[in-house]
């Protein structure tokens, strides 16, 4: 299978209730041999009708992040960990995020097998680690299953926390040495 179909089926998916009042699912975007993974909680409400990840206000200060750092969206795959829009923008409950992530995020990494993750929040870490490690390991590469996993702020809490805001843009400044250092891109 290829990250192309299997975006086709993650658009189709009904395995758990919140396609029932998605208006599109987000499978997410990017190169298919990307070296870098972007993973985020959910689609927020401009997402769900464009069908594209991080799109939103969000999405704009990410972007500002990766100008910061000479990183060039259309290099990096952007998804999340639930492929839906909640309803009222709450927080995605296990069952949701347990099936996406097994359905679909474990052979969106697996396909596309990229160098760093970046895990945006405490959701997207929590489900990967099953523990919130986020305001012990911001800022560093934590490693688990062979793969690196890039530990930082959703952009969301940053808009809104000036200290989360300034702690955020420091982790992408220590990302940017990562990058350098590993040579992510050659």
Known sequence: MDIFTLSEEIRRCTACPLWKGRTLAVPGEGPKNAKIIVIGEAPGAEEDHQGVPFVGRSGKFL????TKINLNRKNIFITSVVKCHPP????????????????WLHKQITLINPQIIILLGST????????????KQHGTIVK????????????????????????????????KKIILKEKVFK
């Open 88 to 103: 009222q923008n709450r927080t995605p409950n296990s069952t949701e995020i347990n099936t996406c992530q097994e359905l």
């Open 63 to 66: 972007d500002s992040l990766f």
């Open 124 to 135: 997207a870490v929590k489900a990967t680690f099953k523990t919130n490690i986020l305001s």
């Open 144 to 175: 688990k299953n062979n793969n690196n996993y890039f530990i930082t702020y959703h952009p969301s809490a940053a808009m809104r926390f000036p200290k989360i805001n300034q702690l955020m843009t420091q982790d992408f400044l220590k990302l």
